[in-house]
């Protein structure tokens, strides 16, 4: 009789496998199923979409009226829900120093935390809804070196509680804090859905701007907010000509004011259309887990 013919060999097993194809790097492993994320990859393919294009519009806009002849865009890394080990100490590692968070505790845990371990160069951007009593707790944690920006004002009351933190915290600090001012955008519902927040029309901007200006010392304004509906980029155009309003009444140039607009799904239109700062996460840190969040 003919020989038995012998069994080919079982393919050794590979230590790990792509979890989903997209500009977002990352892959799984197949022993825990724990994600993977290329966070250098994710931040040079987004810091490369932003100057590609930003360097697209200044050229296209430098022999006219534009709305921003600057190609420098701010990327803010959004790393809220997502922990410091490994993800934000990678984005650190890799050369990302201006974050954003949503929420004012998971801020100042996160602040304290990356200090300890001595990342003390971090710039800090507030992007979420503040509560008034949060924001003496969130200034006076912080300080004015590492809380750079605070985005979300668009009421008196928030200014002035900011305000009063400030100038708490300059009676506690030493002389070379009695200068500086905490920065803050004055956020804008361009899109007028009741879910968002923001001032809602052009002369609220005007009367909140007047007034943070005359009763805020401790307060520089230096720029403008939005989120805006999905897929609706009028939007951004909406606060273009918001910021071209305010420069005139605050005899500034537009250069001057920064325009906070753009996230992971729309940065790049965003930059088209005049944004000189992006809010980026899930395209950076993956998809948000959001299970221990109120």
């Given at each position: 009789?003919?020989?038995?013919?012998?069994?080919?060999?079982?393919?050794?097993?590979?230590?790990?496998?792509?979890?989903?194809?997209?500009?977002?790097?990352?892959?799984?492993?197949?022993?825990?199923?724990e994600?993977?994320?290329?966070?250098?990859?994710?931040?040079?393919?987004?810091?490369?979409?932003?100057?590609?294009?930003?360097?697209?519009?200044?050229?296209?806009?430098?022999?006219?009226?534009?709305?921003?002849?600057?190609?420098?865009?701010?990327?803010i890394?959004?790393?809220?829900?997502?922990?410091?080990?490994?993800?934000l100490l990678?984005?650190?590692?890799?050369?990302?120093?201006?974050?954003?968070?949503?929420?004012?505790?998971?801020?100042?845990?996160?602040?304290?935390?990356?200090?300890?371990?001595?990342?003390?160069?971090?710039?800090?951007?507030?992007?979420?809804?503040?509560?008034?009593?949060?924001?003496?707790?969130?200034?006076?944690?912080?300080?004015?070196?590492?809380?750079?920006?605070?985005?979300?004002?668009?009421?008196?009351?928030?200014?002035?509680?900011?305000?009063?933190?400030?100038?708490?915290?300059?009676?506690?600090?030493?002389?070379?804090?009695?200068?500086?001012?905490?920065?803050?955008?004055?956020?804008?519902?361009?899109?007028?859905?009741?879910?968002?927040?923001?001032?809602?029309?052009?002369?609220?901007?005007?009367?909140?701007?007047?007034?943070?200006?005359?009763?805020c010392?401790?307060?520089?304004?230096n720029?403008?907010?939005?989120?805006?509906?999905?897929?609706?980029?009028?939007c951004?155009?909406?606060?273009?000509?918001y910021?071209?309003?305010?420069?005139?009444?605050?005899?500034?140039?537009?250069?001057?004011?920064?325009?906070?607009?753009?996230?992971?799904?729309?940065?790049?239109e965003?930059?088209?259309?005049?944004?000189t700062?992006?809010?980026?996460?899930?395209?950076?840190?993956?998809?948000?887990?959001?299970?221990?969040?109120?």
């Amino acid at each position: 009789p003919l020989p038995l013919p012998l069994p080919l060999p079982l393919p050794l097993p590979l230590p790990f496998k792509i979890s989903n194809i997209s500009r977002n790097m990352s892959t799984t492993d197949a022993t825990t199923g724990e994600d993977f994320i290329d966070i250098e990859a994710n931040l040079n393919e987004v810091q490369s979409r932003i100057q590609t294009t930003a360097s697209i519009r200044s050229n296209s806009t430098s022999n006219s009226n534009s709305n921003s002849n600057s190609n420098a865009v701010q990327l803010i890394a959004v790393s809220k829900t997502k922990p410091i080990q490994p993800l934000l100490l990678q984005a650190y590692q890799a050369g990302q120093r201006y974050f954003g968070e949503n929420y004012a505790q998971e801020l100042i845990q996160k602040a304290a935390d990356m200090e300890q371990m001595g990342y003390t160069d971090i710039k800090w951007h507030f992007i979420g809804p503040l509560q008034s009593n949060k924001a003496g707790p969130l200034v006076k944690s912080l300080g004015l070196d590492k809380l750079v920006c605070v985005e979300t004002v668009s009421t008196l009351k928030l200014a002035n509680k900011l305000n009063n933190a400030v100038a708490s915290l300059k009676d506690l600090g030493d002389k070379n804090d009695e200068d500086k001012t905490l920065g803050i955008y004055i956020q804008i519902n361009t899109s007028g859905e009741e879910s968002k927040s923001g001032v809602s029309n052009v002369n609220q901007c005007m009367d909140l701007i007047q007034q943070i200006t005359s009763s805020c010392p401790h307060l520089k304004i230096n720029g403008l907010m939005t989120i805006g509906a999905p897929g609706d980029y009028t939007c951004f155009d909406t606060l273009v000509d918001y910021r071209r309003d305010v420069a005139e009444m605050m005899e500034v140039s537009v250069d001057e004011l920064s325009l906070s607009m753009g996230m992971s799904g729309d940065f790049e239109e965003a930059i088209r259309r005049g944004a000189t700062s992006v809010r980026v996460g899930s395209t950076i840190f993956g998809a948000r887990d959001y299970s221990n969040k109120k």
